[in-house]
């Protein structure tokens, strides 16, 4: 019980990462933790797409840049990327999906893995573009994007310390 915790309050988000690709044992762990997230009435409605090639993520950081349009890697360079989608017609796609995030980013720090949670994937894969790798990895169309999850190790300076909790983040109530 205290690893977990301490996981969940030692994990940050990293900004810079090496080139060492993920192991296929640690990010197959990583991907199962996340099919455990829960989901409503247990539909596991969400899907996980998990890409490695150095070829597909770049193309999949250009695309969310595009979004923006920023020019710079929003994806920081990381090897990785584990995209969530989710299907529209279940009511609880947008929270079941945010939950499987979770789980990824959690996972991640949990077997050393450094992460972070870049958004605009439902942009991403409204375009096109983004249609067109729905439909070559066998996702149903109407799915939408909830989150990329960028893994990696960190580059120097990649992870910030923690900054201090709010004042008034919690309110107890009697």
Known sequence: ???????????????KYSQTQVPAETLDLILEAGTYAPTGRNRQAPVIVAVQNPET???????NAA???MEGDPFYGAPTVLIVL???AVSTHLHDGALVMGNLLNA?????VDSCYIFRAKEMFETDEGKT??????VPEQYVGIGNCILGYREEGG????????????????
């Open 57 to 63: 993520v770049r193309a999949l950081s250009k695309l």
């Open 133 to 138: 790798y729905l439909r070559a990895w066998g």
């Open 1 to 15: 019980m205290k690893e977990t915790i301490f996981d969940l309050k030692t994990r940050r988000s990293c900004r």
């Open 159 to 174: 992870v910030k310390e923690a900054s201090p909790r709010k004042e008034g983040y919690i309110i107890k109530v009697d």
């Open 108 to 112: 991640a720090h949990a077997v050393g």
């Open 86 to 88: 989710a299907d529209p």
């Open 67 to 69: 979004v923006v349009g």
